[in-house]
Structures are given as C-alpha cells and as structure tokens.
C-alpha cells in the first residue's frame, strides 16, 4: 500500500500562483510515475502532469509553459508549481502514484481560481 497526502491548494486570483505537494509513504517501489490531476464539476478526471523516477515530464497542453511538475526523490515527495493560473484551472487536484505494485489516489485538494 502507498498513502497520499496533498496540501497546498486554496483560494488564487486569476494570474497568481500555488504550489501543490504530494507526499508518498508505505510500500513504494523504486521505479514509479507521480502525477496530478484535477476534475472540475460536471467534468471528467484529466491528467494535468507527469514524472518518473528518472525525472521526464509529461504536461497536459493547457498547462505547458505554466505549471511545472518536479519530485525529492529522497522525500517521496512530487511537486506542482503553478503559475499564472486562469479560471478554467479551478478543479480538485488529485495526486497519483504508479508503479509496478499498483496506482493510488491521494484524498484531493481543491484549487479555485477567481476572476
């Protein structure tokens, strides 16, 4: 089993900035991808970003060049910065945690972007 825990989400104006954390603990294999992603209300659950032990990253397109996703290995932990937020990013982000044992959730943690 490998636990989740989220923080960093809040309340941002439009073109601010938050920074979402992501912390594994339990069974965690060496090699595995974390990565966020969010579902809005009516929506479904969408992948926002991506990385893998070794460090490549994978962006959904309407977040390149805005958020930037990045991991302490040595803490389990994986990190979303997100800059210049917009409305349209106001969702639940969830963290995932994937490896050959299996995928978790983290609990999500709400993001609301205000115009």
């Known amino acids: 089993q490998v636990q989740l825990v989220e923080s960093g989400g809040g309340l941002v104006q439009a073109g601010g900035s938050l920074r979402l954390s992501c912390a594994a603990s339990?069974?965690?294999?060496?090699?595995?991808?974390m990565g966020w992603y969010r579902q809005a209300p009516g929506n479904q659950r969408e992948l926002v970003a991506t990385?893998?032990?070794?460090?490549?990253?994978n962006y959904q397109d309407s977040v390149k060049g805005r958020f930037t996703i990045s991991r302490d290995k040595a803490k389990n932990t994986a990190y979303l910065q997100m800059d210049s937020l917009k409305p349209e990013d106001t969702a639940v982000y969830y963290c995932?945690?994937?490896?050959?044992?299996?995928?978790?959730w983290g609990q999500g943690t709400q993001v609301t972007v205000s115009s």
């Open positions: 339990g069974s965690i294999f060496p090699i595995n991808v």
């Open positions: 995932n945690h994937k490896s050959p044992r299996g995928e978790y």
């Open positions: 990385i893998v032990t070794g460090g490549s990253t």
